[in-house]
């Protein structure tokens, strides 16, 4: 350690910039490179491109967050528009090719033969094979206006002839497109999860980072928060909560408002990981060394200790945002959390919650399986990164 | 032993004011207070609102004093005489309302948690030893999805199967021919059949939980030298296994039952409400619903506390388990 004349050197500062003066410790491990020429965040990447899960896993994630993006301009239809001829319509199989007269490429449907129940006015479906609605790429349809700025009504897949509808995945009991609906639901869900994890990770790192840091009495005050916070059961607190936001409130006050109390409750267990690194890293050399070299407390925190925690701390983050949408759709689908004119995973289960829906109308379920996927990926691509930045494996 | 009990159920006191004192604001925050509530819902009855009755309930819950008094008044209601307030919902006592609901979520509750260890135990210990083995990768993607998946998504799932393939309608605890009998065995029994399917639901995210916090650790013991000191000196398999990893392994273990109570509570909650169970779950919802606050705070309040003493039990449990705890004061992992 004494050999290091070069703290007043700015090229050794801007060569490192990732590794930080953790380097002369950690070099010794990443055997065989050069010292400073792989930045940890290489090596990181390195060894989570290996894990085949965690790559799949990072891969499907990327393809909810852009639906979630540009979910106007992908679903087929808007998440409002009606079609009461339409209640309850089962899910259409998508052809590619007609093969009845020779090959003929195009994507088309089957139209359907309704029949209503004179009595329940219950529409009966048959798959009216006769008739084709043709199905096309980049079709014009419903108007709407990406992001809420730029108008248009281009889809991306969606019935050639605008006045037909195509149901992929169903409809629901207005005759609203689920697919439509889900694609919508995944950009509220998606980023309750994200915003909420935000949130709380501002909270963890600030209250875990004293607690480890500072130890002692705020250490052992915060622990019996987080003791206390761990050890109530959060649905029924978040229902309690929950029932508190004033029913008149508008969706954007809604959806802060479910958010903060998501993030609220669940900072714990961020707090506790950025804590525990702290406690492990005070103890370490070069950390000892950088205080002998007159370092700030500031400097310490920001140079020297996070940037050898940033990817357990990226980790933590990707395992804590299946927790929120979990949370969020429990709440939603329970009516104490957002609301309906709000289109989220857990709004639209509500209207599988009793059994005389779904055994008539199965797709409904469908949001349930989007939450089933993002919460898996998310966790793959989580325990891919753990794993990744764990020097020791 | 004595010593760490003791500081061990000092401890909890902090933890239950705070939890009463949260339970106490869930009643507070909905604007208006309990007898606005209780005058609109005489009104809307169309019963007139006698002025007597409103002056002794003023005077029962000193809504015009400040917070801390009004709190005061009932955590020693609650504490002294076991009043929990009124249900103007259901214009019944709260307590009465309430003890039946949580002792058969209690029930489920701990049912599950046995039932999660009785699988996760074979479980983890299998997907240890053969590591890398097909039931290894089995098991690991179904513990995966059983994380992954809202218990109430299991729930409507199997409700949807049985009612398609079944042709019944799931629901209840009890059959509907035994629904006005007297309790026998028959009974019994069909409480039984009928208690299994939310169990399981229920148990699904913990179970799979748990099974993975066991592998793991039991990887980490069978890599220690022990274990081949072990197996040179021509134990049998098993009892390499069984002796000592799965042992120190186990201490982990028990220590989720401090989280997985929490969880465990939640989602049964959530359950009950998609299997119209009648646990605590569907009467919190609708009295939150309702803003019938007295009677979803309170709820709110024994399920914190069941929670805190069953997670003070799992600590106790531990440390007469591991010596290393008792004897050292070691920090639960």
Known sequence: ?393 | MLHYVIRRVLYMIPTLFAISIVAFLVIQLPPGDYLTAYIAELSAQGQGVDSAQIRALEERYGLDDPFFVQYWNWVCGIVLDGDFGQSFQYNREVSGLMWDRIGLTLALAVVTLLLSWAIAFPFGVYSAVRQYSLGDYAVTFVGFVGLATPNFMLALIFAWVSYRYFGESVGGFVSREYADAAWNLGKVLDVLSNLWIPVLIIGTAGTAALIRVLRANLLDELRKPYVTTARAKGLPEWRVVLKYPVRMSLSPFISTIGWILPTLVGGEVMVSIVLSLETTGPLLVEALRNQDMYLAGSFILVLGVLTVVGTLLSDLLLAWWDPRIRHHHVERV
């Not at chain 1, 094979?129 to 419903?142: C, D, N």
């Not at chain 1, 070299?293 to 020297?304: A, K, L, N, P, V």
């Open chain 1, 1 to 393: 350690m004494g050999a290091l004349p070069d703290r007043p050197a700015p090229p050794e500062a801007s060569r490192e910039p990732l590794t930080g003066a953790g380097a002369p410790d950690t070099e010794p491990r990443t055997a065989g490179a050069p010292p400073g020429d792989v930045p940890q965040r290489v090596l990181v990447w390195r060894r989570f491109r290996r894990s085949r899960l965690a790559v799949a896993g990072a891969l499907v994630l990327c393809a909810l967050l852009l639906v979630s993006v540009f979910s106007e301009f992908l679903a087929p239809s808007t998440p409002d528009a009606y079609n009461a001829e339409r209640t309850y319509a089962p899910p259409q199989r998508l052809h590619f090719a007609d093969t009845a007269d020779g090959l003929d490429l195009g994507m088309y449907v089957y139209d359907y033969q309704v029949e209503r129940d004179p009595e329940t006015l219950a529409n009966t479906y048959t798959v009216d094979e006769s008739t084709r609605i043709p199905v096309g790429l980049f079709v014009r349809g419903e108007p709407y206006e990406l992001w809420g700025l730029i108008p248009s009504d281009v889809h991306l897949i969606g019935a050639a002839d605008p006045d037909q509808d195509v149901y992929l995945l169903g409809a629901d009991r207005n005759g609203r497109d689920m697919a439509s609906r889900i694609i919508y639901g995944t950009r509220v869900s998606m980023s309750i999860g994200l915003a909420g994890v935000a949130l709380s990770f501002v909270l963890g790192l600030v209250l875990g980072g004293l607690s480890g840091y500072l130890g002692g009495r705020v250490d052992n005050a915060i622990q019996r928060v987080i003791e206390f916070l761990m050890s109530i059961p959060t649905i029924p607190l978040w229902m309690g909560l929950s029932a508190a936001v004033p029913r008149d409130w508008g969706s954007v006050q809604t959806y802060v408002a479910i958010t903060v109390l998501l993030s609220l409750i669940g900072w714990t267990d961020l707090a506790r990981v950025v804590r525990g690194r702290f406690l492990s890293l005070r103890q370490e050399d070069f950390v000892t060394a950088a205080r002998l070299d007159g370092c700030g407390t500031g400097r310490i925190i920001g140079r020297h200790m996070l940037p050898s925690f940033t990817s357990h701390i990226i980790a933590s983050l990707t395992l804590a945002v299946p927790f929120m949408i979990l949370a969020e759709t429990s709440l939603s689908f329970l009516g104490l959390g957002l609301q309906p004119p709000v289109v989220s995973w857990g709004v639209l289960l509500q209207e599988a919650q009793n059994i005389h829906s779904i055994a008539g109308a199965p797709w409904l379920l469908l949001p349930g399986a989007a939450v089933t996927v993002a919460v898996l990926v998310l966790n793959f691509v989580g325990d891919g990164v753990r794993d990744a930045a764990d020097p020791y494996r």
